[in-house]
C-alpha cells in the first residue's frame, strides 16, 4: 500500500523560509508525478508546483513563482519544496500528491492524483 507522507510545516514570520519533504513509503518513484497543493481556511484547494520525476520539469503556481522551489530530495523517495520570502497568504495546509506512471493530463489538476498525503500546517504570521 502507498503512503505519502509530508513533513516540515510550521510557524514562520513573513519573509522567513519553511523546507517541506514528502516521503512516499510501498513504491519507488519512477515516471511520475509529484505535485503540491494547499488549501486555506475558506478557500478551495490550490495548485502549489509539481515536478515531473523522469524528465525534471517543473512546474509553478504564479503566486509562488520566484518564492518556491521543488526538487528531488537528498533521501530516497523524497520531494522537497523550499519555500522563501514567505507571505501571509501563503497561510494554509500543504498536501502532496502523487500521480504514478504519468502518461500526460493537466499537472496542475488534482483529480489527476491518484495517492494524497495527510496534509502539513503552514503558518506565516505577519
Known amino acids: 500500500q502507498v503512503q505519502l507522507i509530508e513533513s516540515g510545516g510550521g510557524l514562520v514570520q513573513a519573509g522567513g523560509s519553511l523546507r517541506l519533504s514528502c516521503a512516499a513509503a510501498?513504491?519507488?518513484?519512477?515516471?511520475?508525478?509529484i505535485g503540491w497543493f494547499r488549501r486555506a481556511p475558506g478557500k478551495e484547494r490550490e495548485f502549489v508546483t509539481a515536478i515531473g520525476l523522469s524528465g525534471g520539469n517543473t512546474y509553478y503556481a504564479d503566486s509562488v513563482k520566484g518564492r518556491f522551489t521543488i526538487s528531488r530530495g537528498n533521501a530516497k523517495n523524497t520531494v522537497d519544496l523550499q519555500m522563501n520570502s514567505l507571505k501571509p497568504e501563503d497561510t494554509a495546509v500543504y498536501y502532496c500528491a502523487a500521480k504514478f506512471a504519468y502518461s500526460g493530463g493537466a499537472i496542475n489538476f488534482p483529480q489527476l492524483y491518484d495517492y494524497w498525503g495527510q496534509g502539513t500546517q503552514v503558518t506565516v504570521s505577519s
Open positions: 510501498g513504491r519507488t518513484f519512477s515516471n511520475d508525478f
